[in-house]
């Protein structure tokens, strides 16, 4: 079994679709989104319909929460206005978690925040990480951080991030992951890929700039341009990642 995960697409579509595409190529048998379909970027309203449309797993991550719950600043007015409520309220009622049991692991998948109180690096102290892995819990997956790593950890547990699609930092590409793995509880080999693809940039841009109102554009600009964060306190309660 083939298994795309992927997390924040954050309103960017030219990224979400590099994606899309490269998912179908290498032919994944399902899809599994770790949240943040919304926020940050210009067409919310259409990576949320996407990932609605084709994805067989949705999380809900700190973006989606905040928006949808109207707990960030004023100026996101912006997205309340793109969404609408009737995605607003579907975005409020996806689950936080999803757990499987994959070559014979028992995996835990989460966003990030908000199950994390606050946000964790896969290179965070070891003794920090160990409540991710109860009660029982072998390989665990995130996304929020926005860039990709891996982390085996002691007593036979590996802990993942697997990038962002639409905003991610250091390496301006769109990331995702590919787990290639064995359904149920027989124990068997699974491989976990990290994928960077080129997508139109330029077209992200543009399309920023000609959403009038979009909150932080100039930020959101130079995120994807150049994978360096550009949020300055206080912006949106989602303003570290």
Known sequence: MRIALLADLHGNMP??????????????????CLGDLVGKGPSSAETFDWAMANCDVILRGNWDEGIALKQFAPNDQFYFDQLGEGRMRRLA??????HAWLSGRHVRLIHGRPVMSDLQSTWDGEDSLKWLFQP?????????IHHAGLR??????????IGSVGNSIRIPLAQYALLTCAEGKA???????????TYDV?????????????PMQAAYIQEVRTGVYGR??????????
Do not use: C, M
């Not at 009622?93 to 999803?98: A, T, V």
């Not at 085996?152 to 991030?161: A, N, V």
């Not at 300055?232 to 990642?241: D, L, Q, R, T, W």
């Open 187 to 197: 124990r068997a080999a699974f491989d976990l890929q990290f994928i960077y693809l």
């Open 93 to 98: 009622e996806l689950p936080l978690e999803h």
């Open 136 to 144: 029982d819990f072998d390989l665990v997956g995130y996304g929020d």
């Open 232 to 241: 300055v306190p206080p912006a949106s309660k989602g303003e570290n990642v």
């Open 15 to 32: 990224a979400t679709e590099a994606v899309a595409a490269d998912i179908k190529k290498r032919g994944a048998d399902a899809v599994w």
């Open 152 to 161: 085996p950890l002691h007593g036979d547990r590996i802990l993942f991030s």
């Open 202 to 214: 330029d077209r992200a841009v543009r399309d920023a700039l000609a959403a009038p109102g979009l």
